[in-house]
């Protein structure tokens, strides 16, 4: 049995399609969710359902029981994250699961100097905290969902004329949260993933310049690149009304990338998707048009 968390959001409902797909059979897999309305998509298919919430620690361990791989998709919410994750790994224990399949994050600094130690510090910390449990797992250091990037470049591109971001020539290897979904279900029905770690990044990295370029030989529009310092960036996106929980994600992930946290580059993501992963040129074609 594959029991995947996360199972109504973006990761998870992605990853029970793939697994789908890929020929496991829908009672063979069993979509953690936290109430009965949100199981009625899966019910309809034959997925098992568990009810189960990160904060309810005994009903991760009645969830979990008879599960040989669990998909734990890293939870939503930051504040809580790092109580609900040990609840997790311990109920993984607890119920005598096999492998955990755990969807971290790229980083190069693992300090608190790191822009992004608000989220990085509870994924740190679960790694250790799976690795210490003694189950086989296999991490996988998802860099940024490429998905994400239209919203650092700002959805007035074309109006504005201007990407404007802190983020300097820092570059960063995104990659479609759809294929890093479609790579994570290879791993539970293939083999030899057991006690590894993945940098799941795409196969070239890009800078917003070249992101500012690129869109405007594809719209016709000319559009410039203009790296503020933080402080600055930060008031602007304040003026404009933006709410200070979301200026504080989008400068530091944007502080992050200026620091090339999220500028690592691997073959692991292309050796176990099977093919190259869509490049961030052929992401834009989709997103901008003439
Ligand atoms: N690499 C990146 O760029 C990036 C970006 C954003 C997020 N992430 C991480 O990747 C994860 C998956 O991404 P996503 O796009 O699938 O996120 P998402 O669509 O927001 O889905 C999050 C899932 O976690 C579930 N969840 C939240 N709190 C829970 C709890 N207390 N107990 C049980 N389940 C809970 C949600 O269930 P409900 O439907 O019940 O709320 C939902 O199914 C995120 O949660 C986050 O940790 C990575």
């Known amino acids: 049995m594959i029991l995947v968390t996360g199972a109504t959001g973006h990761f998870g409902t992605a990853a029970i399609h793939f697994l789908l797909e890929k020929g496991v059979k829908a009672n063979q897999i069993t979509a953690l969710v936290r109430s009965e309305k949100a199981a009625n998509e899966w019910r309809k298919k ?38 609900q994750h040990e ?18 994050f790229q980083r190069r600094n ?4 790191s822009p992004l130690w608000i989220v990085a510090q509870s994924h740190l910390q679960t790694e250790k905290w799976i690795k210490e449990s003694g189950i086989t797992y296999t991490i996988l250091k998802n860099n940024l969902y490429m998905d994400f990037v239209p919203a650092f470049v700002g959805e007035n591109v074309l ?21 890093l979904a479609e790579a994570t279900a290879n791993i539970l029905v293939g083999g030899n993933h057991e006690n590894k770690v993945y940098e799941f990044t795409n196969t070239e990295s890009f800078s917003y310049q070249e992101i500012a370029s690129f869109i405007s030989d594809r719209t016709g529009k000319t559009v410039h690149y203009v790296s503020p310092s933080p402080a600055e960036y930060e008031q602007t996106l304040a003026k404009y009304g933006v709410p200070p929980d979301a200026i504080g994600v989008f400068t530091s992930f ?3 990338q200026a620091q090339g946290e999220l500028d690592v580059v691997s073959n692991d993501l292309q050796n176990i998707l099977g093919r190259t992963p869509t490049s961030i040129g052929a992401f834009l074609n989709t997103v901008y048009k003439k």
């Open 46 to 83: 034959g997925v098992h359902i568990a009810i189960g919430d990160y904060d309810n620690y005994p009903s991760l361990v009645t969830a979990f029981k008879g599960v040989e791989k669990l998909l734990f998709v890293s939870g939503s919410d930051i504040g809580k994250r790092l109580a």
């Open 87 to 104: 609840n997790v790994v311990k109920a993984a224990k607890e119920a005598g699961v096999k492998q955990i399949v755990y969807t971290s």
């Open 110 to 113: 693992e300090t608190e100097t």
């Open 159 to 179: 109006q504005s004329g201007v990407v404007y971001l802190p983020a300097q020539n820092g570059r960063v290897s995104a990659v479609l949260r759809v294929e």
């Open 254 to 256: 944007a502080v992050a």
